[in-house]
């Protein structure tokens, strides 16, 4: 049987090269005769620039502001006049220096990953595709177009960055199609867990508000309520209003590592996230991966550092033969999984592929 292993990283446990390791070895140790086929996959958060790097080339670094003080050293990649730039490289929810709390939500910002976009152009690329997920900001990506925009503020930094742009093919790879504000939005969905509490919450979405107006106007249309506006913090919308498109980033990198060839080849799909909820049915990697399988009549195993969904929810029966395995249960606990996370994935693959028939 060949099986396809192509899973996304698990939050700052395991990169998704990591991952797919940990899996491999599992799933061997109970099925040696099986042909296995490694193809970690991103959908435009940690791990994108790594991920697309093992096909494309090596990457680039460079020295820029991280999410608060400190500069961090940046992954990049170029590769045919096509800059692939990380968000989480530079504004990491990693790269707090510790568990985010209501002071950082409000701190953390998103210069660096203007100036890595910027080191991009200064490189030759003609095209910039930005990674969006995993930040530890909620900015609106006002800090992005402030370090592009060179000394600028508001309205008319917009404007110079736009100016700046012309004349470049600028893409969003959004790991999700949450809108910048409202219920759905990047504050409100996506800032508790980033250190925000309540009233924290309350403060970035009035933040946002203000800034939505902002790029709303100079855009000459509402990109705050497009899909993907509220990816990595609203760096998205910071970014289509500058004139960049969105793109699913899980379809991106499907297409930049073949992903259709591969499944159209493959028995069974093992995949796997840190946390699988109600937020990976908008657009994350390993639902985007299930409804391709799906295409090809191919059956998925999601092994997920945690499972928040529950098994009747009928997102899930939407998406065809998907079974869902939590390896916080494997190992007993969270902490447990998280502290030992290679070798509990390792483990809970074996279990599973102890009881896979490959009856489909």
Request: aromatic content about 2%.
């Amino acid at each position: 049987m060949r099986v396809l292993i192509a899973p996304d990283s698990f939050g700052d446990t395991l990169t998704a090269p990591a991952a797919a390791a940990a899996m491999a070895a599992g799933w061997a140790r109970s099925r040696p005769g099986d042909q296995l086929i490694q193809a970690p996959q991103s959908d435009g958060g940690p791990g994108f620039v790594d991920v697309l790097a093992a096909r494309l080339g090596e990457t680039r670094v460079a020295r820029v502001s991280g999410p608060l003080t400190d500069e961090v050293s940046a992954r990049w990649l170029l590769a045919d006049g096509v800059g692939y730039v990380e968000a989480a490289q530079a504004c990491g929810l990693h790269l707090l220096g510790g568990p985010p709390d209501p002071g950082t939500a409000v701190a953390a910002h998103s210069r660096g990953v203007g100036q890595l976009i910027g080191a991009a152009l200064d490189a030759g690329a003609d095209t910039v595709v930005v990674g969006l997920g995993g930040s530890g900001c909620t900015d609106g990506g006002r800090g992005m177009i402030d370090a592009l925009a060179g000394g600028t503020e508001g309205a008319e930094a917009v404007r110079v960055v736009r100016d700046r742009l012309r004349g470049v093919r600028l893409m969003a790879a959004t790991d999700v199609e949450n809108p910048l504000l409202g219920p759905h939005g990047a504050a409100v969905v996506f800032g508790p867990q980033k250190g925000a509490d309540e009233a924290t919450v309350a403060l970035l979405e009035q933040r946002n508000a203000q800034w939505a107006g902002v790029l709303d106007s100079v855009a000459g249309r509402a990109v705050t309520d497009e899909p993907g506006a509220g990816a990595a913090g609203g760096i998205g919308a910071a970014l289509l209003a500058v004139g960049a498109t969105r793109r699913a980033g899980a379809q991106l990198v499907a297409e930049l590592t073949a992903q259709d060839r591969l499944l159209a080849s493959v028995d069974v799909v093992l995949t796997g996230e840190g946390r699988f909820d109600h937020q990976s049915l908008r657009g994350k990697l390993v639902v985007a991966l299930a409804r391709a399988a799906g295409r090809h009549a191919v059956p998925v195993l999601v092994l997920a550092g945690q499972v928040r969904l529950d098994p009747d929810d009928p997102g899930l029966d939407a998406l065809g033969q998907v079974e869902v395995h939590s390896v916080a249960e494997h190992a007993g606990s969270v902490a447990l999984a998280m502290s030992d996370a290679a070798r509990q994935l390792d483990g809970l693959t074996a279990t599973v592929a102890r009881r896979w028939s490959g009856d489909r």
